[in-house]
Nanobody, 121 residues
Framework: QVQLVESGGGLVQAGGSLRLSCAASGSIFIINAMGWYRQAPGKQRELVASITRGGTTNYADSVKGRFTISRDNGKKTVYLQMNSLKPEDTAVYYC???????????????WGQGTQVTVSS
């Protein structure tokens, strides 16, 4: 089993910054892609940013130029630096990781418990 533990959420004023972290632990052979998703009240969960093991990144258009995803493979951790935050960024942010438990087990997607980000105007 794999656990993803997120930290770094909170309340911030518009224009401010937050940094989210997500550390993976458990039965891990290799972590493939990692990413951050968010879900605002009444809306579907959406991809914010993703990063491959090799460092290739992908961003939602709404966060390009403001958010930066990065990862530390040695620490099994993914980060999301969020700058120039807007009220519409308010949501629960979830960490996702595609993990292979062993060389013979197909990869599985795991999710963190979510961390609240609230941006006040």
């Amino acid at each position: 089993q794999v656990q993803l533990v997120e930290s770094g959420g909170g309340l911030v004023q518009a224009g401010g910054s937050l940094r989210l972290s997500c550390a993976a632990s458990g039965s891990i052979f290799i972590i493939n892609a990692m990413g951050w998703y968010r879900q605002a009240p009444g809306k579907q969960r959406e991809l914010v940013a993703s990063i491959t093991r090799g460092g290739t990144t992908n961003y939602a258009d709404s966060v390009k130029g403001r958010f930066t995803i990065s990862r530390d493979n040695g620490k099994k951790t993914v980060y999301l630096q969020m700058n120039s935050l807007k009220p519409e960024d308010t949501a629960v942010y979830y960490c996702n990781a595609n993990v292979r438990g062993s060389i013979i087990i197909p990869p599985v997607d795991y999710w963190g418990q979510g961390t609240q980000v609230t941006v006040s105007s």
